[in-house]
């Protein structure tokens, strides 16, 4: 039997008691993807709070409204503009030889184009209720309350140095950014798959990435060449971005 790829979903606690959490459902499709192929898992460090996770289910729960909107669009789609482009010409045939204008055509297309258009949404607003698309949503949201937050000794251990960097001084951050230490022991090969997609969505997020062109100032910075003192932004998360960039390193070293 063929094991099921597994995608993660990442609560971590920050020392202010805020939280972020990481997930891979970026469109309704990705998310539909993961329920119905792959094994969704939730890790947390600090354990969260009861009322956070029932924020993020119904969080999901939007999700899957989104994704069976779009599964039954998909599956119906030629069947609705059949009908809707079948409405159109029946009313602009109806328009133009029962009802007589002044200016042919324009009336007719405008009023067959109404219609059409009427005819497609209103069965579209029937397949959201029909059986069908109960089955799925019920197939879903049953799918999302079996979704388990189980404690992750890596998360745990990303909390930990998230909480110095928080506490530390910036210019120890910025040193932390621009030559990481720690070194993370890889257990296995599921808790390196976490932290890899830990890592993933950290640049998908707050789209790291963009930083390397920075990071030269920050050497310079530690390095006493800065021509100028590096002052602290608040559109950048200096602490995770250090825990980001010690992670990425020692990750990047197993290769």
Same mark, same amino acid.
């Given at each position: 039997?063929?094991e099921?790829?597994?995608k ?15 997930h ?8 539909? !993807? ?33 994704? /069976?909107?779009?599964?039954?669009f ?14 159109f ?53 049953s ?14 251990? /990303? ?15 910025? #040193?932390?950014? /621009?030559?990481?230490?720690?070194? !993370?022991?890889i ?13 993933r ?5 707050f789209?790291?990435k ?8 920050? #050497? ?10 590096? /002052? ?8 995770? !971005? ?12 197993? #290769?």
């Amino acid at each position: 039997m063929v094991e099921k790829e597994i995608k993660y979903i990442f609560h971590i606690t920050r020392k202010d008691g805020s939280f972020i959490i990481l997930h891979p459902f970026t469109t309704p499709e990705k998310f539909l !993807y993961a329920l119905e192929h792959c094994e969704v898992k939730g890790r947390y460090g600090g354990e969260p709070r009861v009322e956070t996770l029932t924020m993020f289910r119904n969080e999901l729960y939007r999700l899957v409204e989104a994704a /069976v909107k779009n599964w039954i669009f998909d599956k119906h789609f030629i069947s609705k503009f059949l009908i809707s482009t079948g409405v159109f010409l029946i009313t602009y045939l109806f328009f133009s030889f029962v009802v007589r204008d002044p200016i042919p055509m324009i009336d007719e297309t405008v009023l067959g184009l109404g219609a059409g258009i009427f005819a497609y949404i209103m069965f579209g607003r029937k397949d959201m209720n029909s059986d069908g698309a109960m089955k799925k949503r019920v197939e879903l949201r049953s799918k999302v309350d079996r979704i388990e937050f189980t404690e992750s000794d890596f998360l745990k251990k /990303v909390e930990m140095i998230l909480y110095e960097n928080e506490s530390g001084k910036f210019n120890d951050v910025i #040193k932390q950014i /621009v030559a990481p230490e720690y070194k !993370y022991k890889i257990s296995g090969l599921e808790d390196r798959e976490e932290v890899v997609q830990f890592l993933r969505l950290l640049e998908n997020r707050f789209n790291f990435k963009r930083l390397k062109r920075e990071e030269k100032h920050f #050497k310079r910075f530690v390095n006493g060449r800065a021509e100028k003192e590096l /002052v602290e932004s608040k559109n950048l998360d200096y602490p995770l !971005y250090a825990v980001y960039k010690l992670f990425k390193k020692n990750i990047s070293s197993l #290769k």
